[in-house]
């Protein structure tokens, strides 16, 4: 124990931090947590100076995360969720929760969004999120739904489509006004000087599609000369991008959101189908039961209201 109270801050400024990152807002965070903003600014100015280090950052308005922040926002997520397993795991505490997982950029963009909207309807129940990349953990057995990205086939689930993978390059708005772009030019061809900074993640899997995959598939070969970043997880490129720090590819359906409130800007450039997409999947030795289905016929619902114009371009 002494351990961790040496190596460790305080638990409550990580979730203060946690919410803050998350909702890119102090103000947002506070009302989620239920606390004034003078008190989400001072358990984070607790968590940096504990740490040393910025977290945070402020562009005019606008609030940023540094790329230290980034990894710890990404980290605690992570490490709240594992606790959180933990925690249901004990007997008598988790028996009547839902198990549901997801991978780390579903689960940041699109679902814990709509698991909160879940949790305000009549039929709200306790949710157990499990975020993991690896497929392995996704398919647990002892998860009672899960969000896959697929070719639709996975022995031993019932999967159900849920949103399609179509992807384009997207940036933050100050990062394109920086390079002097007008609205509607064209990529790559508008950029005649020095080329911008790809943010890049490493492709695990034959399905996934970085952008060696999309110039291939949009006849755009000089973009592998261009500079790349390699960011460890896909979620961490959409979470560079939100930062100004370069340009990454986009998923329409994930980021509809950061879209639509002008946080991304699709740029004029090719769309392109990966050929897999999400599933809502359950195991078929599990089936939908009573306290499950509710959950289930919401996510797809709330896929179904999606918008169904794809982003225009900037």
Known sequence: MQKYRRSLPALDALLFFEAA???MSFT???AELFVTQAAVSKRIRQLEQFLGIPLFRRDGRRLELTPEGTQLRDNAVMAFDYLETAIR???????SAIRIAANSAVSLFWLQPRLRKFGLGDTACAINLVTSDGLADQLSAENDIAIVYSDGRIDGWTLTPLLAERLLPVAAPGFIEQAGLPAGAGFPDAWTGAPPLLLDFPRLAPDWTNWAV?????NLPELDRWPRRKCATYAQTIGAALQGHGIALGSTALLAAELAAGDLVALNAPMVESGSRYYLAYPEKKALGPLVKPLFDFLMAEADEAPSNEPGPQ
């Open 89 to 95: 795991a004990l007997p008598g505490t988790g028996g």
């Open 28 to 30: 947002a965070a506070a």
């Open 214 to 218: 999309w110039s291939k598939r949009c």
């Open 21 to 23: 990152a998350r909702r």
